[in-house]
C-alpha cells in the first residue's frame, strides 16, 4: 500500500497548489517534466523485461493476451466508460459550484485510476512490495491533479479516495497472489509488465506513436499461465 499511499499525497499537494496558484505554472515546465518521467519509465520498463527467463514467453503472453484485449476492445470500453460519466454527470447550460465538484471529482478520478501504469503499479506494489512504478504514477498525477484543481476545484481532492479504494483494492489482490505465483511466473509477469511499460512511454509519455496498450493488459495473465502450462506438461 504504500505507493497507493505517496500516489494520495502527491494528488493532495498538486491539487492544492492548482487551487492556490491557478494556472500560472508554464507549459513548458509541464512538457519537460513529462519528457524525463517518459525517457525514466521507459527505461523501468526495459529493465524489468531484462527479468525474463525466456523472451518466447513474454512475447506469447503479449500475443494472446493482445488477441483477447482486442477481441474484448478493452481500450474502447474503458474511453466509452470515461465518456459516458463524463455525460452523465456534467450539464449543458451554465455550471454551477456543486456540478463543478463532481466534474472535477469524476473526471480526476478516472484520469488517475483508469489505465494500465495503474494495474502494473499496484500488482507490482502488492506482489512484490516495489512501488518504483506508483512513484512515478504519482509525480505525474501530483503535476495533472495542479492542473485540474485549477479550474475544477477542491472536487479533485477528493478523487483521492477512489484511488485509494480502487488502487489499494487491486495491490492487497496482488498481494494474496504471492501464494499462487511461482518464482518464474514472477519473472515473465514482471518482463511483460515490463514491455507495457515501454508502450506507456512511448504512447502517452513520449508521444512518439499511439499504442492501444490497455488492450494488451490480459497479457499479464496470459504469460504466468503459458508458464504453468509448460511446468505442467514439462515432467511429461
Do not use: H
Request: with cysteine.
Amino acid at each position: 500500500m504504500t505507493g497507493t499511499l505517496l500516489n494520495v499525497v502527491t494528488i493532495l499537494i498538486g491539487g492544492q497548489l492548482g487551487i492556490s496558484i491557478g494556472s500560472r505554472l508554464p507549459e513548458r515546465v509541464r512538457q519537460t517534466v513529462m519528457a524525463a518521467l517518459g525517457l525514466f519509465t521507459l527505461v523501468i520498463g526495459i529493465q524489468m523485461f531484462l527479468q525474463t527467463k525466456n523472451p518466447l514467453i513474454a512475447l506469447g503472453g503479449l500475443l494472446v493476451g493482445g488477441l483477447l484485449g482486442e477481441w474484448w476492445r478493452i481500450e474502447d470500453r474503458l474511453r466509452a466508460l470515461g465518456s459516458w460519466l463524463e455525460a452523465r454527470f456534467s450539464s449543458g447550460g451554465q455550471e454551477n459550484e456543486g456540478n463543478r465538484f463532481v466534474r472535477g471529482f469524476l473526471a480526476a478520478s478516472l484520469l488517475f485510476c483508469v489505465g494500465p501504469m495503474t494495474i502494473l503499479g499496484s500488482i507490482q506494489d502488492g506482489l512484490l512490495g516495489d512501488y518504483q512504478l506508483l512513484a512515478i504514477k504519482s509525480v505525474m498525477d501530483g503535476f495533472a491533479a495542479l492542473a485540474f484543481a485549477s479550474t475544477l476545484g477542491v472536487g479533485v481532492l477528493f478523487s483521492t479516495l477512489t484511488v485509494l479504494v480502487y488502487q489499494g483494492g487491486i495491490t492487497l489482490l496482488a498481494a494474496q497472489a504471492r501464494n499462487i505465483l511461482t518464482d518464474p511466473m514472477t519473472a515473465e509477469l514482471t518482463a511483460v509488465g515490463g514491455i507495457l511499460l515501454v508502450g506507456i512511454s512511448i504512447g502517452s509519455l513520449l508521444e512518439l506513436k499511439p499504442i492501444r496498450t490497455g488492450n494488451l493488459l490480459p497479457a499479464l495473465v496470459a504469460s504466468p499461465a503459458i508458464v504453468w502450462i509448460l511446468q505442467w506438461i514439462g515432467p511429461g
